[in-house]
């Protein structure tokens, strides 16, 4: 820690020593009025500020050939080269509407986030890209985002390779995601194992290069009644980069700490560092025409296993490899604009990703009978492996007729995810069994067409938006079967196993069983919907808005929703805010039809599960009901505050929500009143997706900026984030067959791997330091207690001490700097660089079979990285 805090200080007196320059100003409307909450920054490096209430801005900046951009919404931005002037005052002009951009959570065109009636988090990734070592969209939002969290996964199949992610502690899948405003697919995948988004779907955010995003809004309020299904716990819009006539990217490299501090029981490893990665990506931008534009990037990225297994001589252990997927990430994504007349244009954008994951699944022991001893004399260590194709594409048309901005669009976009298992066997087949197999997978495809149509008017009371709009989205799931090897169980093999002779051997692909033909499907629904949107500033200091919406889904049938939300100005600089709404989520093709056989390690021991679909004859004849829609209630309440450069928002949030989808706990094939049928579907055990529970979540989240001049050189930047989050489970129900059973339907372990979703706190603290071309940045991170339930559980529905495993309060420190120099930028940095980890727990009852579950900062340890930024 000492040698921490002597870097710390020889990096803000290394900035003492230069020289900075500094503009003043003040920023004004097209009517001399001042322009409060202009972003006012300098091109290409860390330097931004606020504009206050009076428009007053002071900005330190590197040299006359600095670009400072000013940007607001609804106003054209101005990029404005320094020179060799200390002041500069500059007058905003109103956008054209066709540029203008509508902060996600109103479809007012000249909202900015602090004026919004409804919490919404404005996040530039240029500033993460220059100076932090997160490569990847949910790692970086997981330490800018205090209500955001998102954790690797070990052991966990699917999760292994594509991240979930969850908002305010509710499901992966109860956060909508858009792109440019337009709706993104989910992922095919849906969760089976770990601790976040089990039984839920979501959308893969890492599948967007962080290089091709200009900034990411996060609306912290439910919004169904605006957006549709899915918004129950906000909306994430990533808006893709349009800047034009330069060329901008960077290198990295960067590698783990391969060892945990001397308290953890690992198994040592004879290397320093492991995980290492690298990463190169370059964006290029250039004008079409007077008003077009075309932005291109490519993004490379590679990882490295971590290994992080137990030592065997303290725990019984169940997998000799445990850490990080290694993974080879490429993508390519494409943002345009052509003007097509003086009030249209026509729009482009779109992006392809292809990913290659390795994974480590559980192990196999030499003398049991999963394994042949002639092929694995020691046992082996099966690695699941995937292909992962994400692409999506769309194109639009927006016009203004007759004072109304018309925008029709269609979106489309599919995930395939395509399984194989390399370092395994069937040991069905004996010798002649092969170590690699193709296991099959599973798509998604989703086509979203929209048309809507806005207006402002300006001599309604204060100003009034009109919003209406249509939309249709198809959905396609299918799931593919795997070779015959991989899920078939061949014999009798004869074979001896502790001194005795067998005739059978458990079948399939050993760490992952492929998927059968029975398994295959093609599925796929339409749902309609429709929505109006109005927003009134009925005075300078009020404003009141609602939504309605109406949708139909052909598989399930009818939702209405609706929000009002409203915005009281109690004095300069203070404001109040809050909102109430309904909202949905409809059932995932994937919750309703994805069905499968695998094998689970339940304490050390494999047991063969089914996973059926919802409308099998097994699920039917247990009474477990057709899924329907999630249905939820939202209230929020707070205040926003600007005095000068400080902005301080605080708001609290309740959310209901009603018939939840979750894959239940497991049902034997010994139950005495079930378990025959179970018995029939040659398994051991059997799992579904239902609703089930009844939730309700209470939280608060406070967002604190403060920025302040050292002098006439220096600059400071202090910015401090919380969530405090806690779910209650209000009501688990069964039908009548399963009467009795609710232990087991949604037992104590599922609920707190639903609780656990979130910690119960989580704050973030940061410190930006900028003297000429030299910057550093200082962040801290407490990620609040987790509590899960292990595999000592004893059914009996009460967390007994030897079951509870609880991960107490942690904090993480981030900590890099570097200098810029003309055309290039150079930075060293660490995440993570006090080598946190969790709790350790005995890696024979945790989830994960390792020493840790997939909760707060994960299992990784510290990461060192170097960038070489450019632009030119």
């Not at 989205?473 to 001194?499: C, D, L």
């Not at 300069?572 to 919750?591: E, M």
């Not at 059926?612 to 505050?641: C, D, M, V």
């Not at 920025?707 to 910015?719: A, H, V």
């Given at each position: 820690?000492?040698?921490?805090?002597?870097?710390?200080?020889?990096?803000?007196?290394?900035?003492?020593?230069?020289?900075?320059?500094?503009?003043?100003?003040?920023?004004?409307?097209?009517?001399?009025?001042?322009?409060?909450?202009?972003?006012?920054?300098?091109?290409?490096?860390?330097?931004?500020?606020?504009?206050?209430?009076?428009?007053?801005?002071?900005?330190?900046?590197?040299?006359?050939?600095?670009?400072?951009?000013?940007?607001?919404?609804?106003?054209?931005?101005?990029?404005?080269i320094?020179?060799?002037?200390?002041?500069?005052?500059?007058?905003?002009?109103?956008?054209?509407?066709?540029?203008?951009?509508?902060?996600?959570g109103?479809?007012?065109?000249?909202?900015?986030?602090?004026?919004?009636?409804?919490?919404?988090?404005?996040?530039?990734?240029?500033?993460?890209?220059?100076?932090?070592?997160?490569?990847?969209?949910?790692?970086?939002?997981?330490?800018?985002?205090?209500?955001?969290?998102?954790?690797?996964?070990?052991?966990a199949?699917?999760?292994?390779?594509?991240?979930?992610?969850?908002?305010?502690?509710?499901?992966?899948?109860?956060?909508l995601?858009?792109?440019?405003?337009k709706?993104?697919?989910?992922?095919a995948?849906?969760?089976?194992?770990?601790?976040?988004?089990?039984?839920?779907?979501?959308?893969?955010l890492?599948?967007?290069?962080?290089?091709?995003?200009?900034?990411?809004?996060?609306?912290?309020?439910?919004?169904?009644?605006?957006?549709?299904?899915?918004?129950?716990?906000?909306?994430?819009?990533?808006?893709?980069?349009?800047?034009?006539?330069?060329?901008?990217?960077?290198?990295?490299?960067?590698?783990?700490?391969?060892?945990?501090?001397s308290?953890?029981?690992?198994?040592?490893?004879?290397?320093?560092?492991?995980?290492?990665?690298?990463?190169?990506?370059?964006?290029?931008?250039?004008?079409?025409?007077?008003?077009?534009?075309?932005?291109?990037?490519?993004?490379?990225?590679?990882?490295?296993?971590?290994?992080?297994?137990?030592?065997?001589?303290?725990?019984?252990?169940?997998?000799?490899?445990?850490?990080?997927?290694?993974?080879?990430?490429?993508?390519?994504y494409?943002?345009?604009?052509?003007?097509?007349?003086?009030?249209?244009?026509?729009?482009?954008?779109?992006?392809?990703?292809?990913?290659?994951?390795?994974?480590?699944?559980?192990?196999?022991?030499?003398?049991?009978?999963?394994?042949?001893?002639e092929?694995y004399?020691?046992?082996?260590?099966?690695?699941?492996?995937?292909?992962?194709?994400?692409?999506?594409l769309?194109?639009?048309?927006?016009?203004?007729?007759?004072?109304?901005?018309?925008?029709?669009?269609?979106?489309?976009?599919?995930?395939?995810?395509h399984?194989?298992?390399?370092?395994?066997?069937?040991?069905?087949?004996?010798?002649?069994?092969?170590?690699?197999?193709?296991?099959?997978?599973?798509?998604?495809?989703?086509?979203?067409?929209?048309?809507?149509?806005?207006?402002?008017?300006?001599?309604?009371?204060?100003?009034?938006?009109?919003?209406?709009?249509?939309?249709?989205?198809?959905?396609?799931?299918?799931?593919?079967?795997?070779?015959?090897?991989?899920?078939?169980?061949?014999?009798?093999?004869?074979?001896?196993?502790?001194?005795a002779?067998?005739?059978?051997?458990?079948?399939?692909?050993?760490?992952?069983?492929?998927?059968?033909?029975?398994?295959?499907?093609n599925?796929?629904?339409?749902?309609?919907?429709?929505?109006?949107?109005?927003?009134?500033?009925?005075?300078?200091?009020?404003?009141?808005?609602?939504?309605?919406?109406?949708?139909?889904?052909?598989?399930?049938?009818?939702?209405?929703?609706?929000?009002?939300?409203?915005?009281?100005?109690?004095?300069?600089g203070?404001?109040?805010?809050?909102?109430?709404?309904?909202?949905?989520?409809?059932?995932?093709?994937?919750?309703?039809?994805?069905?499968?056989?695998?094998?689970?390690?339940?304490?050390?021991?494999?047991?063969?599960?089914?996973?059926?679909?919802?409308?099998?004859?097994?699920?039917?004849?247990l009474?477990?009901?057709?899924?329907?829609?999630?249905?939820?209630?939202?209230?929020?309440?707070?205040?926003?505050?600007?005095?000068?450069?400080?902005?301080?928002?605080?708001d609290?949030?309740?959310?209901?929500?009603?018939?939840?989808?979750?894959?239940?706990?497991?049902?034997?094939?010994?139950?005495?009143?079930?378990?025959?049928?179970?018995?029939?579907?040659?398994?051991?055990?059997?799992?579904?997706?239902?609703?089930?529970?009844?939730?309700?979540?209470?939280?608060?989240?406070?967002?604190?900026?403060?920025?302040?001049?050292?002098?006439?050189?220096?600059?400071?930047k202090?910015?401090?984030?919380?969530?405090?989050?806690?779910?209650?489970?209000?009501?688990?129900?069964?039908?009548?067959?399963?009467?009795?059973?609710?232990?087991?339907?949604?037992?104590?372990?599922?609920?707190?791997?639903?609780?656990?979703?979130?910690?119960?706190?989580?704050?973030?603290?940061?410190?930006?330091?900028t003297?000429?071309?030299?910057?550093?940045?200082?962040?801290?991170?407490?990620?609040?207690k987790?509590?899960?339930?292990?595999?000592?559980?004893?059914?009996?529905n009460?967390?007994?001490?030897?079951?509870?495993?609880?991960?107490?309060?942690?904090?993480?420190?981030?900590?890099?700097?570097?200098?810029?120099?003309?055309?290039?930028?150079?930075?060293?940095?660490?995440?993570?660089?006090?080598?946190?980890?969790?709790?350790?727990?005995?890696?024979?009852?945790?989830?994960?079979?390792?020493?840790?579950?997939?909760?707060?900062?994960?299992?990784?340890?510290?990461?060192?990285?170097?960038?070489?930024?450019?632009?030119?």
């Amino acid at each position: 820690m000492k040698k921490i805090l002597l870097f710390i200080f020889a990096v803000f007196l290394a900035g003492n020593l230069m020289a900075q320059n500094v503009l003043k100003g003040i920023v004004t409307d097209d009517q001399n009025a001042p322009l409060a909450g202009v972003n006012i920054y300098e091109k290409g490096t860390t330097n931004n500020v606020i504009s206050g209430f009076d428009g007053a801005y002071s900005l330190p900046y590197h040299d006359e050939n600095s670009i400072i951009v000013f940007s607001f919404v609804g106003v054209e931005t101005q990029e404005i080269i320094a020179g060799t002037q200390s002041e500069l005052n500059v007058q905003l002009v109103p956008n054209n509407v066709l540029n203008s951009v509508n902060v996600v959570g109103s479809r007012m065109p000249n909202r900015t986030v602090i004026e919004s009636s409804v919490p919404v988090d404005m996040i530039e990734v240029s500033k993460f890209l220059l100076t932090t070592g997160q490569t990847d969209v949910n790692q970086m939002l997981q330490y800018a985002a205090p209500s955001f969290n998102s954790n690797k996964q070990s052991g966990a199949d699917g999760a292994d390779h594509i991240d979930p992610a969850t908002l305010r502690g509710l499901g992966p899948d109860q956060t909508l995601v858009l792109i440019n405003g337009k709706r993104r697919h989910q992922t095919a995948l849906v969760n089976i194992f770990g601790s976040r988004g089990r039984g839920n779907t979501g959308t893969d955010l890492n599948s967007i290069p962080m290089s091709a995003i200009d900034h990411i809004e996060i609306l912290r309020d439910g919004a169904a009644a605006q957006y549709g299904s899915d918004a129950i716990a906000g909306v994430i819009n990533i808006v893709l980069k349009s800047n034009t006539d330069e060329f901008t990217g960077e290198v990295l490299t960067g590698v783990r700490n391969a060892n945990p501090p001397s308290n953890f029981d690992v198994l040592k490893s004879d290397k320093s560092f492991d995980g290492a990665t690298s990463e190169f990506n370059g964006n290029y931008g250039t004008k079409v025409g007077s008003k077009g534009f075309v932005n291109m990037t490519v993004d490379y990225m590679t990882l490295d296993h971590t290994f992080r297994a137990t030592d065997p001589a303290k725990y019984s252990v169940y997998r000799n490899k445990f850490g990080d997927a290694a993974s080879d990430n490429f993508s390519t994504y494409l943002n345009s604009s052509f003007s097509t007349g003086e009030k249209s244009e026509i729009y482009l954008f779109g992006g392809y990703n292809y990913r290659t994951t390795d994974a480590f699944a559980f192990s196999r022991a030499a003398d049991e009978e999963r394994n042949v001893v002639e092929i694995y004399p020691n046992g082996f260590d099966p690695q699941i492996k995937t292909n992962i194709a994400d692409k999506s594409l769309t194109a639009g048309f927006k016009s203004i007729i007759h004072g109304f901005t018309l925008d029709l669009s269609n979106t489309i976009g599919a995930n395939n995810l395509h399984y194989f298992v390399d370092n395994t066997l069937n040991s069905s087949l004996g010798i002649n069994s092969p170590t690699f197999f193709d296991a099959g997978g599973f798509s998604l495809l989703q086509n979203t067409t929209n048309l809507d149509l806005s207006r402002f008017f300006p001599t309604v009371a204060k100003g009034l938006n009109f919003a209406v709009g249509l939309e249709n989205r198809i959905e396609n799931y299918k799931i593919f079967a795997g070779e015959e090897g991989s899920y078939k169980t061949y014999g009798p093999v004869i074979f001896a196993i502790n001194g005795a002779d067998t005739t059978f051997r458990p079948g399939a692909s050993q760490g992952f069983p492929g998927f059968q033909p029975s398994n295959e499907l093609n599925v796929a629904r339409t749902n309609f919907g429709t929505y109006v949107d109005l927003d009134l500033n009925v005075t300078d200091k009020f404003n009141v808005s609602a939504a309605g919406r109406f949708e139909r889904y052909s598989d399930f049938g009818n939702t209405l929703n609706g929000k009002f939300a409203t915005r009281y100005k109690i004095a300069k600089g203070f404001s109040l805010r809050g909102s109430i709404s309904t909202g949905f989520r409809a059932p995932s093709l994937a919750q309703m039809y994805y069905n499968t056989t695998f094998t689970d390690i339940i304490g050390g021991v494999a047991v063969d599960k089914i996973i059926a679909k919802n409308n099998s004859p097994l699920t039917r004849t247990l009474g477990i009901p057709k899924l329907k829609q999630e249905i939820s209630f939202n209230a929020g309440f707070g205040f926003t505050a600007m005095i000068k450069s400080l902005t301080l928002t605080v708001d609290a949030y309740y959310v209901k929500i009603d018939d939840r989808i979750v894959l239940t706990g497991t049902f034997y094939s010994d139950d005495p009143d079930i378990g025959a049928e179970i018995a029939k579907q040659n398994v051991s055990a059997a799992q579904f997706f239902t609703n089930a529970v009844n939730t309700s979540t209470k939280g608060i989240d406070a967002i604190l900026s403060y920025s302040l001049m050292i002098g006439s050189k220096q600059s400071l930047k202090f910015s401090a984030a919380a969530n405090f989050n806690n779910m209650a489970i209000d009501k688990i129900y069964t039908n009548d067959k399963l009467a009795g059973k609710e232990s087991i339907y949604f037992g104590i372990r599922e609920q707190y791997f639903l609780k656990a979703s979130a910690p119960k706190f989580k704050l973030n603290f940061g410190v930006d330091y900028t003297v000429g071309n030299f910057y550093a940045n200082v962040k801290l991170t407490e990620f609040g207690k987790v509590e899960l339930i292990n595999w000592n559980d004893n059914g009996d529905n009460v967390a007994d001490a030897n079951e509870l495993d609880t991960y107490n309060p942690k904090m993480t420190m981030d900590v890099s700097a570097g200098y810029k120099f003309k055309n290039l930028s150079f930075t060293i940095g660490g995440a993570n660089i006090l080598n946190a980890y969790p709790d350790q727990h005995d890696a024979g009852a945790t989830e994960s079979g390792g020493l840790w579950d997939c909760v707060q900062m994960g299992f990784s340890g510290a990461f060192y990285f170097a960038k070489l930024g450019f632009k030119f």
